[in-house]
């Protein structure tokens, strides 16, 4: 697990950009996944807020 504060991202690395490049232009495949319903979507709009607002608590 790498140790950065999120501040400073450390350059690539030549193996990562390789990585990278072979997966351009690849698509995924989301056909499998089931459409989101406004209600579930509003209810991860509400559980966001609630965790934010826990942090902010705390």
């Known amino acids: ?3 950065f504060t999120g501040k ?3 350059p690539l690395t030549e193996e990562q950009i390789k990585e990278l490049k072979a997966l351009e232009g690849r698509e ?3 056909s499998d996944i089931p459409p989101t319903t406004k209600e579930e979507f509003a209810r991860m709009k ?3 807020r609630r965790r934010k607002n826990q942090k902010v608590a705390s």
């Open 28 to 30: 995924i495949d989301y």
């Open 46 to 48: 509400e559980n966001r």
């Open 8 to 10: 400073e991202i450390p």
């Open 1 to 3: 697990m790498n140790n």
